[in-house]
């Protein structure tokens, strides 16, 4: 701080502090911490505040229903009232019957053409009467309402209930999603080690631009796009599909064709081809940094392939193992875009659209916090096991 | 090769070159897989963007067309999402590149005990899932201030983690600044202001520079994240992300086309730059 000081003066070292101190507050800290709050209050939906607000609910409904009836019945009205301009104003009933008669495809008032004017005004008269009636009763309720707790009419209390209430379907996603992220992980390491080895050891300065180039190009393609590019080849009339049905296994004429798109494996592999990049980098960066005359000096020493790898490469690549084993697998776990995308509903879900549909299609935002917050944990403890697992401190891995 | 270098006793290193010879042509060909693997889906989504069939596919050619382009520009919704995106990657720059400046200059220059535990706290959005960013952005705006999700809290869920990337890229250039310079200057009487416009700036200058690209890519290219904090609004990756999951339709791939176009200019323009300066 003091170094600070000296060099800045207070004025801008506070200034400096306080753009930190906003950052953390607003950005990670205070979002953070209202989202674990909110993962640990219940909203109990069957209590008896809860029941009030599904009366106040079910009575709005009805007068949207009778409003909507009422509106349909004047609408039957108004283009009669057009066909004889010189009576202009809508709601007079001296027009003629025959009007309604005349108009019998008009669907949305289907019920209402049947009815005579009479039937029609008296209708009209008693959907104002039930709708007064509805009026004063929602006032009341309103009135009963316990608009204590934040979401309407619901008892919250501080509970473990939005996680214990996970059902066994839901926890099992949950494992699954993980699983595949770890496999995803693994199998992205495999498949670009050998990638990352030779850019790095490669002496020729024009083969290192060409493929860090080609290396760069996929990287910084959006993820929708690459995505996307698998789902065509993938999907029931697709490029795969087309190759099988070259080479005449199955009939695409006839409907034939298989639906990889709707299947976990197949999200799971256009995964693999969607973060395998972010794999490579941090390995490449950290093997260019090894001395290439210890491979030299191990390979001189009678070293195999296999033991030049695992006892001096893979060691020194420890750090950028880790970074990328964490990416890839922060990435996977928590992707929306590829499940969304793949199987478009027609698989089974991923943690990450349970997660949406708690927030967005049952509005439960505080089990969605909860279920966010158990996301978080899974991948907090994975940082914390590679970096265990590699010896890699946290100043290593965010380079 | 330990066990079998003794059964060739008289021209060993021949033998170890000959097998390292192969090794070498295995790894070469498969990287020429890794590429291909890593190219033909994109060069196939590329292809069907030019294709008259109403569905993107190869193998069933209808003709060469150009309509799908032709037919963006007149998608509302499109444009009205790049506007979107624009927006938010802007105002994400504005915030970003200072956040980031006064994070790295504290933990280049403070000695303390917390600094560790600072510089985690700062990165730790980084390696948070962006469905979480998404999420806990959208529900402290909502609760705190009653701001609906909207191009606000996608913008400010997107600083929170690009900040960091801002901070990391500016945090190793400092560590490389020669400081007798800003020294000299504070002993010929220069006022901390003048000193950090005159000598820290411009020493950052070609790394916020870059930290700008970065952060204007990440902010336009980002879906996980944004798809949760932009409410009913929507960006042009958001839009993008919709039309694919209702259905594909070529004006995707033609969109894709532009995406790939202008990532292959930057890539390149990039690498002839650095190289010409190395």
Redesign the interface.
């Known amino acids: 701080?003091s170094?600070?000081i000296?060099?800045?003066?207070r004025?801008?070292t506070a200034?400096?502090?306080a753009?930190?101190a906003a950052?953390?507050l607003?950005?990670?800290?205070?979002?953070?911490f209202?989202?674990i709050q909110?993962a640990f209050i219940y909203e109990d939906r069957a209590g008896a505040t809860a029941m009030v607000a599904i009366d106040i609910d079910r009575a709005y409904t009805e007068k949207f229903q009778l409003d909507q009836e009422a509106a349909d019945i004047r609408a039957l009205d108004m283009p009669a009232a057009a066909v004889t301009p010189v009576v202009p104003s809508m709601g007079v009933p001296s027009m003629g019957t025959p009007s309604a008669g005349g108009l019998p495809s008009l669907p949305s008032a289907g019920g209402a053409t049947a009815m005579s004017l009479e039937e029609r005004a008296a209708r009209l008269a008693a959907i104002a009467a039930r709708v007064a009636e509805l009026e004063t009763a929602i006032a009341d309720l309103e009135a009963k309402e316990d608009t204590s707790s934040g979401e309407a009419g619901m008892q919250e209390r501080y509970s473990f209930e939005n996680f214990t209430t996970m059902s066994g379907i839901h926890f099992r996603i949950f494992l699954l999603t993980l699983l595949y992220a770890f496999c995803v992980t693994v199998l992205s390491f495999i498949?670009?080690y050998?990638?990352a080895?030779?850019a790095a050891t490669t002496e020729s300065r024009g083969k290192l631009?060409v493929?860090?180039?080609?290396?760069?190009?996929?990287y910084?393609?959006?993820?929708?796009?690459?995505?996307?590019?698998?789902?065509?080849?993938l999907?029931k009339?697709?490029?795969l599909n087309?190759v099988f049905d070259a080479l005449g296994l199955i009939d695409m004429e006839a409907g034939e064709g298989i639906r990889f798109v709707a299947s976990n494996g197949a999200v799971f592999l256009v995964m693999v081809?969607a973060y395998v990049?972010f794999m490579v980098f941090p390995i490449y960066n950290t093997i260019d940094t090894l001395d290439k005359n210890q491979l030299e000096a191990a390979?001189d020493l009678?070293?195999?392939?296999w033991r030049i790898h695992t006892r001096v490469v893979i060691p020194h690549a420890k750090p950028g193992i880790a970074v990328g084993a964490?990416m890839t697998f922060?990435?996977s776990?928590?992707?929306?875009?590829a499940p969304?995308?793949v199987g478009?509903g027609l698989h089974p879900d991923w943690f990450?659209q349970l997660?949406?549909r708690r927030?967005f299609e049952a509005d439960s935002?505080n089990q969605?916090?909860a279920y966010?917050l158990a996301?978080?944990v899974a991948?907090v403890i994975f940082?914390f096991a590679t970096m265990r697992l590699f010896k890699v401190g946290?100043?290593d891995?965010?380079? | 090769?330990?066990a079998t270098?003794p059964s060739i006793p008289l021209h060993p290193a021949a033998g170890?070159r000959r097998r390292?010879a192969f090794?070498d042509a295995v790894?070469?060909a498969?990287?020429l897989v890794?590429?291909a693997?890593?190219?033909l889906?994109?060069l196939?989504?590329v292809a069907?963007a030019f294709n008259e069939s109403p569905?993107?596919?190869?193998?069933?050619w209808q003709g060469f067309t150009l309509k799908w382009f032709a037919e963006l520009p007149a998608d509302t919704r499109f444009v009205q999402g790049l506007l979107h995106s624009l927006i938010i990657a802007g105002g994400v720059i504005v915030l970003s590149i200072?956040?980031g400046?006064?994070?790295a200059?504290?933990l280049t220059?403070?000695?303390?005990k917390a600094n560790?535990l600072?510089?985690?706290?700062?990165?730790?959005?980084?390696?948070?899932?962006?469905?979480?960013l998404g999420?806990?952005?959208?529900?402290?705006w909502r609760?705190?201030f009653s701001v609906q999700a909207g191009l606000l809290t996608a913008a400010?869920a997107q600083?929170?983690f690009i900040?960091?990337y801002c901070m990391?890229m500016l945090m190793?250039r400092l560590q490389r600044q020669d400081r007798t310079l800003?020294e000299a200057a504070?002993d010929l009487g220069a006022?901390?202001?003048f000193?950090?416009r005159r000598i820290t700036l411009p020493f950052l200058m070609p790394t916020i520079l870059t930290a700008c690209l970065i952060a204007f890519?990440q902010s336009i290219?980002n879906?996980?994240t944004t798809?949760?904090a932009i409410g009913s609004s929507w960006t042009l990756?958001t839009e993008?992300?919709s039309r694919?999951?209702?259905g594909?339709s070529p004006m995707?791939n033609a969109i894709?086309v532009i995406?790939?176009a202008i990532?292959?200019i930057?890539?390149?323009t990039h690498?002839l730059l650095t190289?010409r300066k190395g």
Do not use: H
């Not at chain 1, 180039?213 to 996929?218: C, S």
């Open positions: 701080m170094a600070l000296k060099t800045y003066g004025g801008m200034l400096f502090f753009l930190v950052w953390i607003l950005m990670i800290l205070a979002p953070a209202r989202t909110r498949l670009c050998p990638v080895f030779v631009t493929m860090l180039l080609l290396l760069v190009i996929p910084a393609i959006n993820e929708l796009l690459r995505i996307f590019s698998w789902v065509m080849i999907e009339n697709g490029i087309g081809y990049l390979r009678g070293a195999s392939s964490i922060m990435l776990a928590g992707s929306i875009a969304e995308i478009r990450s997660i949406y927030f935002w969605g916090s966010s996301l978080l991948c940082i946290i100043r891995i965010a380079k | 090769m330990s270098a170890r390292m090794g790894l070469n498969y990287v890794f590429f693997y890593m190219f889906p994109l196939f989504m069907a569905t993107p596919s190869i193998t069933d200072p956040l400046v006064a994070g200059l504290i220059r403070m000695q303390s560790t600072l510089y985690t706290v700062l990165v730790s959005p980084v390696l948070m899932p962006g469905v979480v999420v806990t952005t959208m529900i402290f609760d705190f400010m600083t929170s900040a960091s990391l190793a800003e504070l006022s901390p202001l000193l950090f890519l290219e879906y996980n798809f949760f990756v993008i992300g694919m999951r209702f594909l995707i894709g995406f790939i990532t292959i930057v890539a390149v690498t190289r």
